[in-house]
């Protein structure tokens, strides 16, 4: 089955899901999730010294993979929100959203 090409614009993301540490099993974790989604795409990733960034077209996806880590592997998540617009017929403001995941200490141990 051919997996459907994305409406939005291949550059265009919502949410930033920040993996640090990032170790294999997370990141595997993390893609697969979202490979599961036809409608949501990762845009760009980003290989940072400490971890890596995930660009995704979805915040609620986003936010889902952010509970499932913190049950699966523990951890602590931070949220943050940034203003990247204004609709023009509702004059709504839009943001991205920006979550950061961190393994705890004695996570990285095992």
């Not at 993996?19 to 990733?45: G, T």
């Not at 995930?54 to 915040?59: E, F, R």
């Not at 617009?85 to 996570?107: F, I, N, W």
């Amino acid at each position: 089955m051919k997996r459907q090409i994305p409406r939005k614009h291949r550059k265009y993301y919502e949410a930033i899901i920040q993996l640090r540490p990032a170790s294999y099993p997370i990141i595997k974790f993390v893609k697969d999730i979202i490979k599961k989604r036809e409608d949501v795409f990762i845009s760009r990733e980003e290989r940072q010294k400490t971890g890596i960034d995930l660009y995704i077209s979805s915040k609620s996806l986003a936010m889902t993979i952010g509970r499932m880590l913190k049950k699966r592997f523990g951890g602590k998540i931070i949220l943050s929100r940034s203003i990247y617009g204004v609709q023009k017929a509702s004059s709504k403001r839009l943001y991205r959203l920006t979550l950061c995941y961190r393994e705890e200490e004695s996570a990285k141990d095992l």
